[in-house]
């Protein structure tokens, strides 16, 4: 249930007021629902919960559908969130470019602008954002999601010093474009704004997104919460003391053997896909199991401390994931501390256009939804 239990620690008026509010309309994102309906799942009275379905109405921001016949007596009507009621420009700033996007809170891309690698400054992205919020009521914008690798400090929107990333060193992003547009911003680490928008499909509450490509990033949800300290830098926890120099200064992360690039070097194969479209081979094979070891050494102490059911891979990596996902199984189920009780899935995400720039957005609904 969503709604204020009782067992909970006494909140003022107001405050209880806006959580049952977020509630229904948490719920009402995933799902259309009738009065009734939404009552039962937030533990809300029907007065109470019908109150709120009334102001909302009112406020244009849900809207009702046709009615349903539900057996015997009166058609429940069901009731829905208004896609176009909220807005979020979102940014996704990658070592491979940018790309900017207009969202709306039903998760659907409206706009999507990829900048010229050498038009990728912050002037340009605020140029790029104004240009889209001409096209909607700026009242119902409600932020600027803005994902970026890491480190970054998020709490101040400024970029610190990820590895490959040199010309956005100590950027105060979010700062400048909010003050370029009026709007607040939030900077969130690109994997964690992936997680946060596969939290939005509803498909698992405790679930870690994996990030492989030339870099390494995790993120974990657990209860339907993103650890927000738990910062997605997986791939720079060490996994050999005495091991290979990386960018960040460490010796031994994990990204310096299982990031793509790494893992390939030295090899007869191009990339990732170049790789598992031969994955026949021998050479191919002896890749295969050594990422699967690799990634389980990253992953067993995560996994041992913050229990999971499920893994969505990210990146270059879902192409054929069959052939590592079930290698990493095996590896994570004979290493893990309930050995024979690991039933942990893994999956790749959604075949999503623009992933991150939906995520970007997400990171902005994410905060509304929040009391």
């Not at 200064?249 to 070097?265: D, F, H, K, Q, V």
């Not at 893994?311 to 050995?339: P, Q």
């Amino acid at each position: 249930m969503e709604g204020i239990q009782m067992t909970q620690k006494p909140r003022n008026a107001d405050y209880t007021k806006e959580y049952n509010r977020k509630a229904v309309l948490r719920i009402l994102r995933r799902q259309a629902m009738s009065r009734a309906e939404l009552a039962r799942s937030t533990g809300l009275t029907r007065a109470a919960a019908s109150l709120i379905v009334e102001e909302l109405l009112n406020a244009g921001i849900v809207t009702e559908l046709a009615p349903q016949s539900a057996g015997r007596g009166r058609s429940a009507t069901p009731l829905a969130l208004r896609p176009d009621s909220y807005y979020a420009l979102a940014v996704d700033l990658a070592r491979k470019g940018c790309t900017v996007g207009l969202c709306d809170i039903g998760g659907n891309l409206l706009q999507c602008r990829k900048l010229p690698e050498q038009g990728g400054t912050m002037d340009a992205i605020a140029g790029a954002l104004a240009s889209l919020l001409e096209t909607v009521d700026r009242r119902k914008v409600l932020g600027i999601g803005i994902s970026a690798p890491g480190p970054l400090d998020c709490e101040n929107g400024r970029i610190l010093n990820p590895p490959r990333f040199e010309r956005w060193h100590g950027a105060a992003i979010g700062k400048r474009l909010s003050e370029a547009l009026g709007l607040p911003a939030y900077l969130e680490h690109d994997v964690c704004a992936m997680a946060l928008h596969q939290r939005s499909t509803g498909r698992s509450r405790n679930f870690m997104l994996l990030f492989i490509d030339i870099g390494i990033g995790a993120a974990i949800v657990s209860g339907g919460e993103l650890l927000g300290n738990f910062t997605g830098e997986l791939g720079h926890t060490t996994i050999r003391f005495d091991g290979r120099l990386c960018a960040c200064g460490n010796r031994g992360c994990l990204e310096t053997y299982a990031s793509i690039p790494a893992l390939l070097e030295g090899s007869g194969f191009r990339d990732w896909f170049d790789l598992v479209d031969h994955g026949d081979a021998p050479e191919a094979q002896k890749l295969l199991d050594q990422e699967a070891v690799y990634l389980s050494a990253g992953l067993i102490n995560l996994l041992n401390l913050i229990p999971v059911d499920s893994i969505y891979l990210a990146g270059d990596i879902c192409y054929r994931h069959a052939l590592l996902t079930e290698r990493l199984r095996r590896e994570i189920g004979a290493k893990s501390l309930y050995r024979g009780r690991n039933d942990t899935r893994i999956f790749p995400v959604a075949d999503t256009p623009n992933m991150g720039v939906l995520s970007a957005a997400e990171v902005v609904f994410s905060r509304f939804f929040t009391v």
